[in-house]
């Protein structure tokens, strides 16, 4: 028996990277899952390798993919009781080389896509008598650093978004609420421009963390499951760190 047993969810950024490994648990845990990605190879791959999974194409920046997800989900299984905000890009570049298109790019993804999610996923959520959003965003929606100024904004604002979305949605018995990883192994924490510009502070980061190690996709995947499901009742508006105690250095 799973703890997502009769569960249906909806995760985006699922073909690759954290969002693969949470496709794959929730999977496990007995959801039955629609995924999103722009990565339509990666994400047929996947899809076929699973029962219980299907793959959409969905770019979060787009209301009509978002339409056509959650449609898609509701067609298949009749309901909606979860949505995973997760898919998101980032850069690193100071503000003075950061161009405005790869800024609003940023904030586009990261942050607009999860609100547009929140806003075509509701009324399935709701017609299915409630559920659970998580919105992903990371200890830089509590910290800042040199050369992640979009990507910081973006995820400071994810933490407003699922605030607000909960003070409004409660009453449907839809909670919201957002994690927060850090220091986590992923394909988007090892892209080479971030690797370059952070390498030199790896040892400090490490000297750091009180648990002294960097963490798992699994370790934030089990959040996720969490927050899913019906454990997490009387949760809303939370904000969860997964980061090995990182934020409590600053």
Same mark, same amino acid.
């Given at each position: 028996?799973?703890?997502?047993?009769?569960?249906?969810?909806?995760?985006?950024?699922? =073909?690759?990277?954290? &969002?693969? +490994?949470? /496709?794959?648990?929730? $999977?496990? *845990?007995? @959801?039955?899952?629609?995924?999103?990605?722009?990565?339509?190879?990666?994400?047929?791959?996947?899809? =076929?390798?699973?029962? &219980?999974? +299907?793959? /959409?194409?969905?770019? $979060?920046? *787009?209301? @009509?993919?978002?339409?056509?997800?959650?449609?898609?989900?509701?067609?298949?299984?009749?309901?909606?009781?979860?949505?995973?905000?997760? +898919?998101?890009?980032?850069?690193?570049?100071?503000?003075?080389?950061?161009?405005?298109?790869?800024?609003?790019?940023?904030?586009?993804?990261?942050?607009?896509?999860?609100?547009?999610?929140?806003?075509?996923?509701?009324?399935?959520?709701?017609?299915?008598?409630?559920?659970?959003?998580?919105?992903?965003?990371?200890?830089?929606?509590?910290?800042?650093?040199?050369?992640?100024?979009?990507?910081?904004?973006?995820?400071?604002?994810?933490?407003?978004?699922?605030?607000?979305?909960?003070?409004?949605?409660?009453?449907?018995?839809?909670?919201?609420?957002?994690?927060?990883?850090?220091?986590?192994?992923?394909?988007?924490?090892?892209?080479?421009?971030?690797?370059?510009?952070?390498?030199?502070?790896?040892?400090?980061?490490?000297?750091?963390?009180?648990?002294?190690?960097?963490?798992?996709?699994?370790?934030?995947?089990?959040?996720?499951?969490?927050?899913?499901?019906?454990?997490?009742?009387?949760?809303?508006?939370?904000?969860?760190?997964?980061?090995?105690?990182?934020?409590?250095?600053?």
């Amino acid at each position: 028996m799973g703890q997502l047993d009769g569960k249906v969810a909806l995760i985006t950024g699922g =073909a690759r990277g954290m &969002g693969k +490994a949470h /496709v794959r648990r929730f $999977v496990d *845990e007995g @959801a039955k899952v629609v995924f999103g990605d722009v990565l339509d190879e990666e994400g047929a791959k996947l899809a =076929a390798d699973l029962d &219980g999974a +299907a793959y /959409v194409h969905l770019d $979060v920046t *787009e209301p @009509a993919d978002w339409e056509a997800a959650v449609r898609a989900a509701v067609d298949a299984h009749g309901a909606l009781h979860v949505l995973v905000n997760n +898919a998101g890009i980032m850069k690193h570049k100071t503000i003075e080389e950061m161009t405005l298109e790869e800024c609003r790019r940023i904030i586009e993804v990261n942050l607009v896509g999860q609100w547009l999610g929140i806003k075509t996923a509701t009324p399935a959520l709701r017609d299915s008598g409630g559920g659970s959003i998580i919105n992903v965003s990371s200890t830089e929606g509590f910290i800042g650093a040199a050369g992640m100024s979009a990507y910081s904004s973006s995820k400071f604002g994810v933490r407003g978004l699922t605030k607000s979305a909960a003070r409004e949605l409660g009453q449907y018995g839809i909670r919201v609420n957002s994690i927060h990883p850090g220091g986590i192994i992923t394909a988007m924490s090892m892209q080479h421009d971030v690797v370059e510009a952070t390498a030199h502070r790896a040892e400090a980061i490490l000297d750091n963390l009180p648990l002294r190690r960097l963490g798992g996709t699994k370790e934030v995947s089990g959040l996720l499951v969490f927050l899913a499901s019906d454990d997490s009742s009387y949760c809303t508006g939370s904000e969860v760190l997964v980061d090995g105690g990182l934020v409590t250095g600053f």
